[in-house]
């Protein structure tokens, strides 16, 4: 049987509780390196996804910044889910969830801040399985390694204009 997850959009910010349960994930899964910021990493978190017992199982979050080799402001996006979850494509679910409220929001006019979204692959376990130049899964496209050797993928919102 397949895990059912509730997957909950938390970019407008987080319960206490989600907070605390946020940080213990992090913190168990050592998901942070000491150089992060926790809370303000908190402030970047856009996704929540719940297993059916209630746990917190994936967490996605997303900030905006210029990217360095396309000179654009993107989303870069980072998700984090537990071991016992990853075989379920709880990561791919929540992305595509992700993917559909950032370009919904692009396409309407509600927030055109970022023209896509830009993720790094930093897990050498992925970087070896996700070398194809073009995602299926995931409308990305690869675009280079940056300075810390890791893969990066562009995703653009319909109707990006990069003049």
Same mark, same amino acid.
């Given at each position: 049987m397949t895990e059912q997850y509730q997957i909950?959009?938390?970019?407008?910010?987080?319960?206490?509780? /989600? /907070?605390q349960q946020v940080? %213990?994930?992090?913190?168990q899964g050592r998901a942070l390196p000491s150089t992060v910021d926790a809370q303000q990493r908190l402030k970047q978190v856009a996704q929540l996804a719940y297993d059916g017992q209630g746990e917190l199982a994936g967490i996605y979050t997303s900030?905006?910044?210029v990217n360095s080799q396309l000179g654009k402001s993107f989303y870069h996006i980072r998700s984090f889910v537990r071991?016992?979850?990853?075989?379920?494509y709880l990561s791919l679910k929540m992305f595509h969830k992700l993917l559909a409220s950032l370009e919904q929001d692009f396409?309407?006019?509600?927030?055109?801040s970022c023209i896509g979204m830009i993720a790094e692959v930093e897990n050498?376990?992925? =970087?070896?399985?996700?070398?194809q %130049?073009?995602? =299926? !899964? $995931?409308?990305?496209?690869?675009?280079g390694d940056n300075a810390q050797q890791?893969?990066?993928?562009?995703?653009?919102? !319909?109707? $990006?204009?990069?003049?």
């Open positions: 909950i959009d938390s970019r407008t910010g987080l319960t206490e509780q /989600q /907070q940080l %213990a994930m992090w913190q900030y905006p910044q071991p016992e979850h990853r075989l379920s396409v309407t006019g509600k927030d055109q050498p376990g992925l =970087k070896s399985h996700l070398n %130049a073009v995602w =299926k !899964p $995931a409308p990305f496209v690869y675009i890791q893969k990066v993928y562009v995703y653009y919102f !319909p109707g $990006a204009v990069i003049d």
